[in-house]
């Protein structure tokens, strides 16, 4: 008897423990949640509740993954405590969160077997995993490849006669993306180039100062962007998007990236005469094309040079930016893009963990820290009108890499090939307390809080739901009053070092 209690508990605990973190912690502040063939954590789709409750979901240093509470609204009086309120003003619409397909994901992915891989991308794109509905493709190879490579790289020939996807494209990118998107029908694209074959540029050597494009080359540069899109659409993949091309100013710098540079009044000549007539009068006509793709410090100034320009003023829809230098400009270039411009979005398009020079350590299995600097992003970002936000690599290896000019990095998921496991940083459910919560066509609304310790931000979802996210990064317990916009009362504690979202109808 005492032996069948002892097996139907052990039973009924792994049917729970099944979508649980099954939690490892490598000594970097707080834990991994390690996935094999066996198991792997998952979370429950969202289902509505009804309005006398509301659904809480943590995360937190001390190891909690998107803890889920259900929980009923206070009756009565609240105490005296910080307040949080919700509602008044309507702000920008939310495009979508999520990563980009680069040749080194792709990689380490289909480095795991099919029952891993399946786990791998069930976590990031199905129902039971954190729905990322916006992600980003490379246009060709990119620092996170093998090798530097075009498609157009063997003969100089302005007609692109030769012009052909490449066998990173067939196996680590189309597969892959077609994966995903059978895994969220509402994933959507957007594509980014890097460099241009060598024969299109000034001079390319590594990269450097002179990596801009010959001007014979204005126009054939355009119209490879129509190919890249052509070719794609042939496999049944159509974009959303497309940006100018990522980081002009890293072309113009003596670093590895490969890279096209461009100064702001010479890529705005370059898209009113050439990338935005070839792209307006090609079969993807509607895509949204998406300025800048490099960091936030040229905010505004950038941006008003190209809009200088009627035309281009009118081939542009977006603003995409980078988070790599966040810590030192602040929002409040962002604040200032949108009033400049309030009709183009707002589009984080690119962010990692672990870059050098300043960290040394690339991958760091479980920080929390780097967590908090995520959580603290896109909270900052999305408060300053910014519509979306999307990481980089999805999946890397335990070096942080391939990547062939070894610009290792961190990645929310890192890859053990030679375990046949992988392992969801503390970040992935930061970026998936956002992903999940905050469909796409959500609108942000304004919250007022009285403890500025509190890091809140708030969105309206299509089904009229309303999802708060809340950062305590400090070592405090903090009682908090939130106030809904309709007058019903939570009163609750944030765990310290944690990152919560409140759910409710
Ligand atoms: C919420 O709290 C406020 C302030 O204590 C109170 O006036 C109000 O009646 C409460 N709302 C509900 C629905 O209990
Ligand atoms: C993947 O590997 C695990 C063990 O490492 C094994 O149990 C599972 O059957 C494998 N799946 C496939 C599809 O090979
Ligand atoms: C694209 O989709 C069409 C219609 O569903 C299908 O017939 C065709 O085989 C697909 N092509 C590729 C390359 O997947
Ligand atoms: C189509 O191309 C022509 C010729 O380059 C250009 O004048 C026209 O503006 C383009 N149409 C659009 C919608 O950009
Ligand atoms: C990766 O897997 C190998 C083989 O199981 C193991 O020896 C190694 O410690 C793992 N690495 C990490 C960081 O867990
Ligand atoms: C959301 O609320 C609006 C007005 O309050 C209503 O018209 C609409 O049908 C609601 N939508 C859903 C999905 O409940
Ligand atoms: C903030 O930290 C305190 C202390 O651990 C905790 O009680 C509280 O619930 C945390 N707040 C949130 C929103 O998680």
Redesign the pocket.
């Given at each position: 008897m005492e032996c069948l209690k002892y097996f139907i508990l052990t039973a009924v605990l792994s049917q729970t423990l099944a979508q649980h973190c099954l939690s490892r912690d490598y000594g970097y502040g707080s834990v991994v949640c390690v996935c094999n063939a066996e198991h792997c954590d998952s979370i429950e789709p969202i289902t509505r509740i009804e309005k006398s409750s509301y659904v809480v979901y943590t995360s937190n240093k001390a190891g909690l993954r998107f803890d889920k509470k259900t929980i009923k609204f206070d009756d009565g009086q609240t105490q005296d405590q910080n307040k949080i309120t919700v509602g008044g003003t309507v702000y920008q619409e939310v495009l979508g969160f999520g990563g980009a397909f680069t040749d080194s994901a792709g990689i380490n992915i289909l480095s795991l077997n099919s029952t891993v891989q399946e786990k791998l991308l069930d976590s990031y794109f199905s129902d039971r995993g954190i729905e990322y509905n916006l992600c980003r493709v490379p246009v060709g190879g990119t620092d996170f490849s093998t090798r530097r490579y075009s498609y157009h790289d063997d003969a100089e020939d302005a007609s692109l006669g030769s012009f052909n996807l490449q066998d990173e494209d067939y196996k680590y990118k189309i597969p892959i993306v077609k994966r995903a998107a059978a895994l969220n029908k509402d994933l959507e694209l957007f594509a980014s180039s890097w460099t241009a074959p060598k024969w299109m540029k000034v001079v390319d050597f590594p990269a450097g100062p002179f990596g801009y494009l010959k001007e014979i080359y204005y126009q054939t540069w355009a119209e490879y962007h129509v190919k890249f899109l052509d070719a794609y659409a042939k496999d049944n993949i159509t974009f959303w998007g497309m940006t100018t091309g990522n980081e002009p100013f890293s072309g113009l710098l003596p670093i590895l990236v490969p890279s096209v540079g461009w100064t702001a009044d010479r890529q705005r000549l370059w898209i009113a005469e050439h990338f935005?007539?070839a792209i307006?009068?090609s079969s993807h006509?509607k895509i949204k094309l998406i300025a800048l793709d490099d960091q936030r410090c040229f905010l505004p100034g950038y941006v008003k040079t190209l809009f200088e320009n009627e035309a281009v003023e009118k081939?542009i829809d977006g603003i995409a930016i980078h988070w790599y230098a966040d810590k030192i400009f602040n929002s409040d270039r962002l604040r200032q893009t949108h009033e400049a411009f309030p009709k183009k979005f707002l589009l984080g398009s690119e962010a990692s963990l672990g870059a050098l020079p300043v960290i040394i350590q690339h991958v760091k299995l479980g920080s929390w820290d780097r967590a908090e600097s995520y959580a603290f992003d896109i909270i900052d970002d999305v408060n300053h009108y910014v519509g979306g936000w999307v990481d980089w690599n999805m999946a890397l290896n335990l070096q942080g890499g391939p990547t062939y000019i070894a610009n290792y990095l961190d990645a929310p998921i890192i890859v053990n090939a030679t375990a046949g496991e992988f392992y969801k940083q503390p970040y992935f459910y930061v970026i998936g307390h956002f992903s999940k919560f905050v469909p796409r066509g959500s609108l942000r609304i304004e919250t007022t809080h009285t403890d500025k310790d509190l890091i809140v931000t708030a969105f309206r979802r299509p089904d009229n739901g309303t999802a708060i996210v809340i950062l305590n990064r400090t070592d405090k317990i903090k009682h908090v009053t939130l106030t809904t916009g309709d007058g019903r009362n939570i009163s609750t504690q944030l765990t310290k070092r944690s990152l919560s979202t409140f759910l409710y109808w």
């Open positions: 935005g007539p307006r009068n006509s081939y």
